[in-house]
């Protein structure tokens, strides 16, 4: 099994669009869009969550690492700037204990049915955290369940586990749910490589603004 990491794109867009359509939408039709919306977009149903995934995409408002295996996508980690999704699970919980934002959000995972258990979401991951150093690095945070001592369903692992994080570098932050933690850690900047697989991208390299104390 080969696997190969390319960003959400334009270019990507037919392979992520089947891999969602071919699991219904994802969750009820969300189109993995939900962390990008504001209060007011709630509801909508996934036709419009489609087309507005597909628009910032086009726009380069959305990013994602995407892990293909020949041609097919088989599942991807979303993240980006902080302004860029700034619905998060547990969010009050979250503001209530926060200090600076962070540069970056990893908010997500999803992996094909017929791949979980493949370790689809670690190489995910890691090609996030190479197209952050890409992208100028900075502070990141994500969001992951502890599954220490409970069985819990691949299914609604969405945001990660705590394990696979502190693998990849994360330490613990705070605890903003009863098994949901903050984990942050610093990427730096990095060159792409010679032979990019970030072909298409619209994003410029350059570190994002962190932006306000709070969303």
């Not at 691949?154 to 990849?168: D, N, P, Q, V, Y």
Request: positive net charge; hydrophobic residues 40%.
């Amino acid at each position: 099994m080969t696997l190969v990491v390319q960003p959400l794109s334009p270019a990507t867009w037919p392979a992520f669009a089947k891999l969602v359509e071919k699991h219904g939408g994802i969750f009820g039709g969300c189109w993995c869009i939900s962390f990008h919306l504001a209060p007011d977009e709630g509801h909508l149903g996934a036709a419009r969550y489609r087309a507005m995934k597909e628009a910032r995409v086009r726009e380069g408002r959305a990013h994602a690492a995407l892990v293909f295996d020949g041609t097919d996508a088989v599942g991807w980690c979303q993240f980006g700037p902080t302004a860029e999704l700034p619905n998060i699970r547990s969010k009050k919980a979250y503001e209530e204990g926060a200090g600076r934002l962070p540069d970056w959000r990893i908010t997500c995972f999803f992996v094909d049915r017929q791949r979980r258990g493949d370790g689809i979401a670690t190489v995910a991951l890691r090609g996030a955290l190479g197209a952050i150093g890409e992208l100028g690095g900075g502070t990141v945070e994500a969001y992951p369940e502890d599954v220490t001592g409970r069985k819990v369903s691949r299914s609604f692992l969405c945001s990660g586990t705590l394990g696979m994080f502190e693998k990849a570098g994360f330490a613990r932050d705070r605890k903003i749910a009863m098994h949901r933690w903050v984990v942050v850690r610093n990427v730096g900047p990095s060159a792409p490589p010679a032979t990019s697989a970030r072909r298409g991208s619209r994003t410029p390299r350059k570190r994002p603004t962190a932006g306000s104390r709070r969303p």
